[in-house]
């Protein structure tokens, strides 16, 4: 039996207490590891290029920055492949929604209800 890779996570969240939560549910599924993080636009962007990760966790509010202009950094790049890209916000407006799937974002959850559908994506990665 072929050995399944793991699925490679970078989390960009400023609150501590989020991330690591984050880090928690990454760890806690199968095949799934984090593989670094950033709290900023400019650190997530640079972070991210360097690190070619299957997946990135999102937060709209950063730092500095925000997690939209993340997503659109990463769509104009020449990333191969590029990475999955799920949005957690707790601003789950419409008008953000769609500016995140606008900009290029795969997924669009609210930190206090659909928590638990990072998961769902991971395992079907």
Do not use: W
């Amino acid at each position: 039996m072929e050995k399944r890779r793991p699925v490679r996570v970078y989390i960009v969240e400023d609150a501590e207490i989020v991330r690591r939560r984050l880090i928690d549910v990454v760890a806690e599924t199968p095949h799934s590891e984090v593989i670094g993080f950033a709290d900023t636009e400019s650190t997530a962007i640079d972070g991210i290029c360097k690190a070619c990760p299957d997946l990135v966790i999102i937060d709209i509010q950063l730092r500095h920055g925000n997690g939209i202009n993340v997503v659109h950094a990463l769509k104009k790049m020449d990333l191969a492949p590029l990475p999955k890209m799920i949005v957690l916000t707790n601003y789950a407006f419409p008008q953000y929604q769609k500016k995140c799937e606008d900009s290029g974002a795969d997924y669009f959850f609210d930190k206090s209800t659909e928590f638990s559908r990072i998961s769902e994506v991971l395992e079907s990665m």
